[in-house]
């Protein structure tokens, strides 16, 4: 059965537990999947019951999820796309309809390890500042030591969330390297809302069902940087990203 064939989670009969679908997609998924099997592939990921993201979910349950399938990660074709998608998506969805996310997924890269999808996703980022015309978002730090920072493309600023399939948190593993980009402004507004620590704590524990801890990244808002989080992978306490969105210092 093709990955585009697979039911929905919620109407399958016999669906496997998470790790073991994810294992199964990893294989199925390639540089010549399709476009929509790739799509097919992280919409199965994300709509498992076991999956814990719930913003995530609601994502994809609302048809807020913008996929674009890319080939390499972190090349000069790749950025290209990547600069023109985040530019449209930022100007055509409606932030008033609830979360909407881009997910793009890069089915011609490779991932052996943590460490080399973290590169790779801020070399990718780098890559996209360079390419960049526009101020960094002003509500936001372009510094990713700051606790205030997040990523900035064509003036909006993003939560950015890497995932591959080298994660050692379940949560993060998906088929194919992936880099989802989440509205910031729109996490902004779920914290200053009632449901924010509900929906986190919900998370938190649908995360220790699944992997058996809570994830040792997860920091509330404004204790440390956001940077830290988003390649997935348990950084020490002195670790500083390896790129620098500070135009006058890289002049």
């Given amino acids: 059965m093709s990955t585009t064939e697979l039911p929905r989670p919620s109407e399958a009969p016999e669906l496997p537990e998470l790790p073991e679908l994810l294992s199964r997609l990893a294989g199925e998924q390639g540089r010549d999947s399709s476009a929509d099997d790739v799509t097919a592939a992280v919409e199965a990921m994300v709509l498992h019951p076991d999956y814990p993201c719930l913003g995530a979910r609601s994502v994809f349950n609302r048809d807020r999820a913008t996929v674009v399938v890319l080939d390499e990660l972190a090349t000069p074709e790749s950025?290209?796309?990547?600069?023109?998608?985040?530019?449209?998506?930022?100007?055509?969805?409606?932030?008033?309809?609830?979360?909407?996310?881009?997910?793009?997924?890069?089915?011609g890269a490779s991932t052996t390890d943590e460490a080399q999808f973290e590169r790779r996703l801020w070399q990718q980022l780098g890559l996209l500042h360079e390419a960049d015309d526009a101020e960094w978002n002003p509500d936001v730090s372009p510094d990713p030591a700051d606790p205030h920072f997040a990523f900035s493309l064509a003036g909006t600023a993003y939560f950015v969330v890497g995932l591959h399939p080298a994660a050692s948190r379940i949560a993060r593993r998906t088929p194919l390297p992936t880099l989802v980009f989440n509205l910031?402004?729109?996490?902004?507004?779920?914290?200053?809302?009632e449901?924010?620590?509900?929906?986190?704590?919900?998370?938190?524990?649908?995360?220790?069902?699944?992997?058996g801890s809570v994830n040792p990244m997860v920091a509330d808002h404004g204790r440390s940087s956001e940077a830290r989080q988003y390649s997935g992978r348990l950084v020490p306490e002195g670790w500083t990203a390896p790129v620098s969105f500070d135009d006058e210092e890289t002049a």
């Fill in 79 to 107: 950025t290209s796309a990547l600069v023109e998608a985040l530019t449209a998506f930022a100007a055509t969805t409606d932030r008033s309809a609830g979360f909407a996310s881009l997910v793009a997924v890069f089915r």
């Fill in 195 to 211: 449901r924010f620590e509900r929906m986190r704590d919900t998370i938190r524990r649908r995360d220790q069902a699944l992997q």
């Fill in 184 to 193: 910031h402004e729109q996490f902004e507004e779920l914290r200053q809302s």
